[in-house]
């Protein structure tokens, strides 16, 4: 049993969206498809000149499921169809969804849409039903990444490279204020001027110390 997570030294986005069209071709969705399971969310100027921090606010965000410990989509499912899987996943048993959508508005990520061929509010569940279940230890957006700026990993191994690196790094969660308990970390930019602009005043900094005992499974129920 796991406890996946993934992290991001978003600092190094190029906007590129290699991920996205990874995460459409390994999980069969339309290239055309906005808004699925994985996204790159612009903040700030997008007239700015992106490579000279000096004119420039915008920095390039990677969104998805944030696969949390505490989830607000499992607790606003009438019919019991989201829970926690042996990896700590949050999954959802798609022949219960009655898409009533109540998950899909208690989210406060934007992370579920509606899958319009199978019928369930589907998101990101780190390659779960394919790399995963295949006995890979990576996901498709992690490896195509050109910047290798995405650390995906078991965050019970101290071992593994994402646990590695956030005890090396300092990072922040998104949204810490809904009690979600993320597990997405995005490390603190090198660059103290990038930071200042792209991380709103008053955001928790975490160091590992201080995450790990968080991020435990309260809602483990198992399939
Ligand atoms: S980010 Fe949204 S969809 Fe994902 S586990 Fe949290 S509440 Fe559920
Ligand atoms: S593949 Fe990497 S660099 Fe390209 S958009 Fe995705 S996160 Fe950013």
């Known amino acids: 049993m796991a406890n996946y997570g993934m992290a991001f030294d978003y600092e190094l986005c190029i906007d590129c969206h290699a991920c996205e069209v990874a995460c459409k071709e390994e999980n069969g969705i339309a290239l055309g498809m906005e808004h699925r399971r994985l996204w790159i969310q612009k903040d700030g ?68 849409y509606i ?36 650390y995906f990993g078991d965050l019970n191994d101290e071992e593994s490279e994402i646990v590695q690196m956030l005890k090396k790094r300092d990072f922040f969660v998104l949204k810490e204020s809904e009690g979600t308990i993320p597990k997405l970390f995005y490390f603190i930019p090198k660059n103290k001027e990038f930071a200042q602009k792209t991380i709103e005043k008053g955001t928790k900094i975490y160091t590992w110390g201080e995450m790990k005992p968080k991020i435990q499974p309260l809602n483990l129920k198992k399939i």
């Open 45 to 112: 100027d997008i007239e700015g000149d992106f490579w000279n921090i000096d004119k420039s606010s915008v920095s390039f965000v990677q969104m998805q499921c944030q696969n949390c410990v505490n989830p607000p989509c499992l607790e606003a499912c009438e019919r019991k169809a989201i829970y926690i899987d042996e990896n700590a996943i949050v999954r959802i048993y798609k022949d219960k969804c009655d898409l009533l959508l109540s998950c899909m508005k208690a989210c406060p990520y934007d992370a579920r």
């Open 115 to 150: 899958d319009d061929t199978h019928f369930f509010t589907d998101k990101c569940i780190f390659c779960a039903d394919t790399r995963l279940a295949r006995g890979e230890t990576t996901t498709a957006c992690q490896i195509t990444c050109p910047a290798k700026l995405r």
